[in-house]
Every structure is written in C-alpha cells, then in structure tokens.
C-alpha cells in the first residue's frame, strides 16, 4: 500500500492505546509502519526495470522484520538519552522504555506486509528463503476510502484525547471497522468466478481491485499462446484497447544476463510480450498495462523481432 495508509495505520493503533506503553511510543509505531520501504532507496543505484526483483523482498522478508525494529528502537531510545543529556526532552514524555520501543516498531514493521499483500502486485514475505510472491488482491494500492476512514478517526481521537474525553474508543472502533472493510473486498475479490469468456480454458484469472469504485474488479484473464492472444484484460465501462501481441521470447528470456530481463521475469505475474513501434519486443505485465506509461513495468527487447501469436 502507499505510505499515506502506512503512516495512518501506526498511528490509529497508537491511538488505541498503545502510546500509552513508552515515550516515543507514536514514532516507533508510525515509522516502523513505513520502515519496509528503505528498499525504496534502490532507486538511487538500480537502473530501469531493475527495481523490480528488488522491492518488496529482503526488507519485507522475516529477518528484516526483526532486524529493522531493533536499529529503530536504538535509535529512538539512544535520541531521547541524547535529548535529556542536553537538557531538552520533553517534560511530558512518559519514561522510554526500549523493550516497548522495540515490541511497537515490531508491530509497525509487522503491519506493513500484511497491507502490501492485500493488492495485486504481491510481496514477497519469505525473502531471503524464498523468492516466492504472495498477492491477497483485495484492495487497490491506494484506496481513498481507507484513506477517509482511517484519517478520521486518527483526527477525531487525537480531538478527543485534547479535549480530555475517551480517545481509545474511537480508535479500536475505527480499527475493527477497516478490518471488516479488507473483509468485504476480499470476499468480493474471491467470490468472483466468472471470466466472461469461453472455448477456451484460462491458466490464470486475476481479479484486481479498481480506484475509488471498491466494488469493482478488472479481470485479466490468462490463456496459452496457441490457443488465443495470450491476455485478455476486462476493465468495467471500458472498451478495451487492441494490443499487438507477440509470442513470448522464452530462450532468449531464458539465455539472457540483462539484469532488467531478470528482474522482470523474477517479478512479473502475468507477463506478455508486445510488439513495438519499431517491430521489436516489448515486455510487459497484464497487471500494469497502460499504453501511455511503458517505462516502470516495461523491459525493451529491440534485438528481438516481434512474432505475432495466433488470434481469434
């Protein structure tokens, strides 16, 4: 998920009470949250496609998820020591207790995969052990509706804590009713069976949520080569753009050391060759096609020619 529900997820469990466990309690919460996504950094030394065999894997993985608290809550804990020999921590600020700074950056580092599995791009939780991905797709990558849900009821407890009232409540509430709503999308998401297509049998079916309209899903539907064009992508109230499909290069995927190609096929879920403007071969993802944005999710083959696959 983006980092604006990250952040709010910490920080909505914060105010359910858990704040009340250390001082320093909200920044381990809400950047233990978002701590994961260091992987971002990759984009400092990792060129094109690479990135993708790159994010979301070792810094989401289990030693991560140990590791990574543990260098938060020294850090946190070793600020406030810093702050008091200074003689500038706070006077408010409840005793810094490093077993809970450690425990709630755990459970801030925690919540972050269990959000990033809900969308259809996955993650891989068992890195380094295992490349294997997981995908819940459950909920869009941004969705606005957790977005109004869970800012509420972070602004409303933070009012009701100032004004001296019950601000745990709310939160918890707040809590119980975003889980119900992952709930509703799921079951909405794997209680869609039907493809819309038939005489021939898909190996895949993907049902990714939509923008701002949860209820909706996109099918993309997965076929063999032989049998018709590879993909077939249904987006409601959309007519779906013609593709020029092109069989999928497999021995030069396979023969390949271009460190883009291998990103790409550790990554890809649903992948598809694409013929481009020059004849050459464009590798892309049923899941993220747009064919106004072919740059993050597309790998360029231009030694390759295009070799178009039979259509019905």
């Not at 190996?203 to 993909?231: A, C, L, Y």
Request: charged fraction near 20%; charge should be neutral.
């Amino acid at each position: 998920m983006d980092n604006l529900t990250h952040s709010l997820v910490g920080a909505l469990l914060g105010q359910a009470g858990l704040k009340k466990k250390t001082g320093l309690a909200m920044p381990a919460l809400i950047i233990g949250a978002n701590l994961p996504d260091v992987d971002a950094a990759c984009f400092f030394w990792l060129e094109g496609a690479e990135h993708l065999g790159f994010r979301r894997g070792i810094t989401h993985g289990p030693p991560a998820l140990v590791l990574l608290p543990l260098i938060l809550a020294g850090l946190l804990y070793g600020y406030d020591r810093w702050q008091a020999k200074r003689g500038k921590r706070p006077e408010d600020r409840l005793p810094v207790s490093f077993k809970w700074l450690f425990l709630l950056s755990f459970i801030g580092c925690l919540t972050h995969p269990a959000l990033d599995w809900l969308n259809v791009y996955g993650i891989r939780f068992l890195e380094p052990f295992s490349s294997r991905w997981f995908y819940g797709d459950t909920l869009f990558i941004i969705d606005v509706w957790l977005w109004a849900l869970l800012g509420f009821a972070t602004w409303f407890s933070l009012r009701r804590e100032k004004r001296g009232g019950d601000w745990i409540k709310p939160a918890r509430a707040a809590i119980v009713v975003a889980l119900a709503y992952i709930g509703l999308n799921g079951a909405i998401t794997h209680g869609l069976h039907r493809t819309g297509v038939t005489g021939a049998t898909p190996h895949t079916i993907i049902k990714s949520p939509m923008p701002f309209v949860f209820w909706q899903r996109e099918t993309i539907i997965g076929f063999d080569e032989q049998d018709m064009n590879p993909w077939i992508i249904q987006t409601p109230g959309v007519t779906p753009e013609p593709i020029n499909f092109c069989k999928m290069p497999q021995q030069y995927l396979a023969d390949s050391d271009d460190t883009e190609i291998q990103a790409f096929m550790l990554w890809t879920r649903a992948p598809f060759a694409e013929r481009a403007g020059d004849g050459s071969v464009l590798l892309r993802d049923a899941r993220f096609y747009d064919p106004r944005a072919r740059d993050r999710f597309t790998v360029a083959l231009p030694d390759v020619k295009c070799e178009p696959v039979n259509s019905e």
